[in-house]
């Protein structure tokens, strides 16, 4: 009988101490090894899809559209001589035979320039540039009530009031769609949007290149509809992105910064480089760098440079020495 329930005892009942001491350790290892398999697919899930992302506000990069080649949206050409006024709107009388100074293309204020004077800039055979800051909020354009709280930044350092903003906002692209459209319905030959790098400054609402990317591919669908150019200002890290998709650019001190070979594709793509630099910038004895092709100002070749004073008024001061001041 004893040898009997020996035989028909449970299975760990036959187990030796030594072989019950072998099964718990090994039962204890697959726990383990179970348990880090269990956290470790938790975190992974957690990690792919919450916690505090960054750039969770970032719309992803989508294609740029590519210029077209058949003339139908406006295409300055390389080496084209200009004209930069923002202060005010510039004085140009209905019927006027000429305008100072005779240089080919205006980039001037969208909302201070009437519809009039642009079109006799055009019935003087010129072109027309049409400035307006697009990647900031400035507290005293006529649309400025239109942009909510959320849609601001940072402010932009040394102009008071103005400050970033949220070029993912619906609200943002909807105000500048309108001012887009206000630039067709004035006559413009292409726009001059500012502020395209937000991402280089502490902007405060976490823009990225990523973000200045996709709004610029954006602008170029709408200019491209109208028929008009498209301009990249400054924003020197992103030219690679976007240099298929703008027709020029528009640059400021970059002799002064010693970067102006970062520029230079674009005139090696046929588009021109509108180039400003500004002696109250710098010392008096740099301003002779400002229209050489080395030094500071190497890979400025071909660059359309003039030198303005900072509140870009009427002055103008061309590379060939000439002066002159537009009306205004």
């Not at 413009?188 to 990523?210: E, K, L, R, S, V």
């Not at 109208?226 to 990249?232: C, D, E, F, H, N």
Request: hydrophobic share 35%.
């Amino acid at each position: 009988m004893d040898e009997q329930k020996m035989k028909s005892g449970s299975w760990w009942g036959r187990r030796s101490r030594r072989g019950k001491l072998l099964v718990i350790a090994i039962a204890v290892g697959i726990f383990i090894v179970a348990l880090g398999l269990g956290l470790g697919l938790g975190l992974g899930l957690n990690n792919g899809s919450g916690g505090d992302n960054s750039e969770s506000s970032t719309t992803p990069a989508s294609p740029l559209p590519t210029a077209p080649t058949n003339g139908s949206v406006y295409q300055p050409p390389v080496n084209s001589t200009w004209q930069i006024v923002l202060l005010k709107s510039i004085n140009v009388p209905d019927g006027a035979s000429s305008v100072v100074p005779d240089v080919g293309i205006f980039d001037i204020d969208l909302f201070l320039t009437p519809k009039s004077t642009i079109d006799t800039l055009h019935n003087l055979g010129k072109k027309v540039i049409c400035y307006f800051s697009a990647g900031s909020y400035e507290p005293d354009r006529p649309d400025s009530n239109q942009f909510k709280a959320s849609d601001q930044g940072k402010g932009l350092k040394g102009w008071p009031g103005e400050k970033w903003l949220n070029l993912n906002s619906d609200n943002v692209r909807s105000i500048m769609t309108s001012r887009i459209n206000l630039a067709a319905q004035k006559g413009c030959d292409a726009i001059d949007p500012d502020n395209m790098d937000a991402y280089d400054n502490d902007n405060g609402i976490g823009m990225t290149q990523t973000d200045s990317i996709n709004f610029i591919g954006w602008m170029s669908n709408q200019t491209q509809s109208l028929r008009m150019g498209l301009g990249l200002k400054n924003a020197a890290a992103i030219i690679p992105s976007v240099l298929p998709a703008v027709q020029f650019s528009v640059q400021e001190q970059c002799v002064q910064f010693s970067e102006c070979d970062k520029y230079s594709p674009f005139i090696k793509s046929g588009k021109p480089v509108f180039h400003i630099e500004y002696p109250s910038e710098v010392k008096s004895n740099f301003a002779s760098n400002f229209c050489k092709n080395d030094g500071p100002a190497n890979g400025s070749y071909e660059f359309s440079t003039v030198i303005k004073n900072f509140n870009l008024d009427g002055w103008i001061e061309q590379c060939n020495g000439a002066t002159s001041t537009t009306p205004t």
